[in-house]
């Protein structure tokens, strides 16, 4: 299984996301957290519960409005429906 980690970037970056680090997915198999369009999204929502830093996943992926997969155990459709409330 390859980790996560790299599809966060570089932790060398100017503004490293340390909570990148503890991040549950980054100890799983990355593929759970981006499934096949109409695929369960089961599995990586059962990681996301238990992880300590989900909130900041979550910001991380609404401020730079990623658009595949499972961050802070949202979907896509479920961070653009929050935006949409939260606007």
Do not use: H
């Amino acid at each position: 299984m390859a980790p996560i980690l790299p599809l966060f970037g570089s932790l060398d970056d100017e503004a490293p996301a340390g909570w990148q680090e503890r991040a549950l997915c980054a100890q799983t198999d990355p593929e759970a957290f981006f499934p096949e369009k109409g695929g369960s999204t089961r599995e990586a929502k059962k990681v996301c519960v238990g992880c300590e830093v989900r909130s900041e996943c979550l910001d991380y992926a609404l401020e730079n409005d990623e658009r595949f997969g499972i961050w802070g155990g949202l979907s896509e459709r479920e961070r653009r429906k929050l935006k949409k409330q939260a606007i």
